[in-house]
């Protein structure tokens, strides 16, 4: 059964850095998402990616986060300069379509953690 | 604001029994909507989606839709241990889907 991966599972960086997240979403798959969770909080949407480009962006992706699909397979999730309260699971999603009877698969997600 | 209300719970029911989890919704052009299951560390997983008005039954779950109140649930028959995890209520908006807080289930053996 296809699914959506992620590496790393988890990542450790020191506040100011860079980190990427990498994602390889359910290759017929069309739509892009990223959302992500802080310990014990709702999941919280962040991005969403067609057509390699944002299609939409809530107010918590500024300036700090970037998405990018760098070939065929791959769709990625840029922080800059990172936070402590980046901290958090980030989960990457794909669907087929939009037509709002398409559900979102979700990947395993990567544990940031931002010391 | 888009809102996704929730009762966090947590919600116990005895195995064997009926769990009624609820959702409301603050927009109403919301499209479709969605139950997730959530074990903790772990990602959240499609239980079931609805987008008509009525029920949807598959296997132990239903869900119900009553767009002129705003409201969702998810009724889970014969409980079983393994259903023990956090249930999220999610919804489509547009090319945004916005999520509950979720609700803690507990099936007591």
């Known amino acids: 059964e296809p699914e959506v991966t992620q590496t790393p599972s988890h990542q450790v960086t020191q506040m100011g850095q860079e980190v990427i997240l990498r994602c390889v979403p359910i290759s017929n798959h069309l739509y892009f998402y990223w959302y992500r969770q802080i310990l014990g909080q709702k999941v919280e949407f962040l991005v969403s990616f067609y057509n390699n480009e944002i299609s939409e962006k809530s107010e918590i992706f500024d300036d700090q986060f970037s998405v990018e699909r760098p070939d065929g397979s791959n769709f990625t999730l840029k922080i800059r300069s990172t936070k402590l309260e980046d901290s958090a699971m980030y989960f990457c999603?794909?669907?087929?379509?939009?037509?709002?009877?398409?559900?979102?698969?979700f990947g395993p997600g990567t544990r940031l953690t931002v010391l | 604001q888009k809102e996704v209300e929730q009762n966090s719970g947590p919600l116990s029911v005895p195995e064997g029994a009926i769990a009624s989890l609820n959702c409301t919704y603050s927009d109403r052009g919301s499209q479709s909507f969605f139950w997730y299951r959530q074990y903790s560390g772990k990602s959240p997983e499609l239980i079931m989606f609805?987008?008509?008005?009525g029920d949807k039954e598959d296997g132990r779950f239903t869900a119900q839709l009553n767009k002129a109140s705003q409201y969702v649930s998810l009724l889970i028959r014969d409980s079983q241990p393994s259903d023990s995890a956090t249930y999220l209520c999610?919804?489509?908006?547009?090319?945004?889907?916005?999520f509950g807080t979720g609700t803690s289930l507990t099936v007591i053996p």
């Open positions: 999610a919804v489509n908006t547009g090319n945004q889907f916005y």
């Open positions: 609805i987008y008509s008005n």
């Open positions: 999603a794909s669907t087929s379509g939009t037509s709002g009877w398409n559900e979102q698969f």
